[in-house]
């Protein structure tokens, strides 16, 4: 499973952006996919995640109704919208992907397969 990560870039306080992470491979997006971040000096977090049917998302309580996590099943993408970003949003971003159904998604340790991140930088 290789998932790769994309849309980062710089943007000012109050901008948008969406990110976005294609699984291939093996099961694809299937168990469901999150978003976790690290900023400099910080240890990384969680931010949002979505289950294979897209019925239940999850979201960091720094990014609810800021953020919005959607899935596309049929290309193997998950999104991350984010809104109004914020400095304290910079960070590299990682997308994840688990192995089984059944897991916290709100954890790291739930997931087995992980992105290789892109940077959003947000200058106030």
């Known amino acids: 499973v290789q998932l790769q990560a994309s849309g980062g870039g710089l943007v000012q306080a109050g901008d948008s952006l969406t990110l976005s992470c294609v699984a291939s491979g093996r099961d694809g997006s299937k168990y469901g996919m999150g978003w976790f971040r690290q900023a400099p000096g910080k240890e990384r977090e969680f931010v949002a995640a979505t289950t294979w049917s897209g019925r239940n998302s999850y979201y960091a309580d720094s990014v609810e109704g800021r953020f919005n996590i959607s899935k596309d099943n049929a290309e193997n993408t998950v999104y991350l919208q984010m809104n109004s970003l914020k400095a304290e949003d910079a960070a590299v971003y990682y997308c994840?992907?688990?192995?089984?159904?059944?897991?916290?998604?709100?954890?790291?340790?739930?997931?087995?397969?992980w992105g290789q991140g892109t940077l959003v930088t947000v200058s106030s």
């Open positions: 994840a992907k688990p192995k089984v159904y059944g897991k916290d998604l709100t954890h790291g340790t739930s997931y087995s397969y």
